[in-house]
């Protein structure tokens, strides 16, 4: 078991760029969360997943942002068209169920230029 | 709706003081309380949680925070601050059970602790 692992770590883009974000789990953790965190903020949740289901979006998820979890294992989170204010760090968490704790990546870190 | 409030942006400590972080939460139901410490560069690590059981909390690395219901508290507390604790703290509160607990984090803004030596 080698914790939640994100790639890539950092990713420097230009505006109206698209950007994928991988995200692999602790293996057998069925819960899945995207969180996103600005500078000098808490990470505020973005949608997470039970399985390959994506159960809950955050209004702060516009419609250019869509996650997947094909077959409940690995996730991606893409952006289309990036603004600038999209840049931020991306962090993942996998949890067995939704009581158990949530075991957080190392996160993304995006720069939109 | 749930929230949390930490009351301090910023603590500063000597190197085998004390360390007091505040925490206040808002919620309808019985919280799920956590703290997370997050060193430069690295994820997120679970210090600590309170789910209901005992009120007095005990975590890693010599950490405690104590659940206080009628003060809407749970604050974290260490005896003597070490250099290595110098790092980004959050307060997080979750759904608690019977709510449709989808288990998602509700973070504070954080505290950044400064240990000088």
């Known amino acids: 078991d080698t914790g939640v692992s994100q790639n890539p770590r950092h990713k420097i883009t230009k505006r109206g760029q698209n950007v994928t974000f991988r995200c692999d789990p602790i293996?057998?953790?069925?819960?899945l969360y995207w969180y996103r965190q600005t500078l000098g903020q808490g990470p505020e949740f973005l949608t997470y997943?039970?399985?390959?289901?994506?159960?809950?979006k955050s209004r702060l998820l516009s419609d250019r942002f869509s996650a997947e979890r094909p077959k409940g294992s690995f996730s991606t989170l893409e952006i289309q068209r990036t603004e600038q204010g999209d840049s931020a760090m991306y962090l993942c968490?996998?949890?067995?169920?939704?009581?158990?704790?949530?075991?957080f990546g190392p996160g993304t870190r995006l720069l939109v230029l | 709706a749930q929230s949390v409030t930490q009351l301090d942006s910023h603590v500063s400590v000597s190197e085998g003081t004390p360390v007091l972080l505040r925490c206040n939460y808002s919620?309808?139901?019985?919280?799920?309380l956590f703290w997370y410490v997050q060193h430069p560069n690295k994820g997120l690590q679970l210090l600590l949680k309170?789910?209901?059981?005992?009120?007095l909390v005990k975590g890693i690395n010599g950490f405690e925070a104590e659940f206080k219901k009628s003060e809407t508290s749970f604050h974290l507390t260490k005896p003597s601050a070490h250099m290595s604790d110098a790092a980004e703290y959050f307060c997080?509160?979750?759904?608690?059970?019977?709510?449709?607990?989808?288990?998602?984090?509700?973070f504070g803004q954080g505290t950044t602790l400064q240990v000088k030596p």
């Open positions: 997080v509160v979750s759904w608690p059970k019977g709510s449709g607990n989808t288990g998602k984090l509700i």
């Open positions: 968490a996998s949890s067995l169920t939704s009581l158990e704790t949530q075991y």
């Open positions: 309170y789910t209901s059981a005992a009120t």
């Open positions: 997943f039970q399985n390959e289901a994506q159960l809950e």
């Open positions: 919620s309808s139901y019985s919280p799920s």
């Open positions: 293996s057998e953790h069925n819960r």
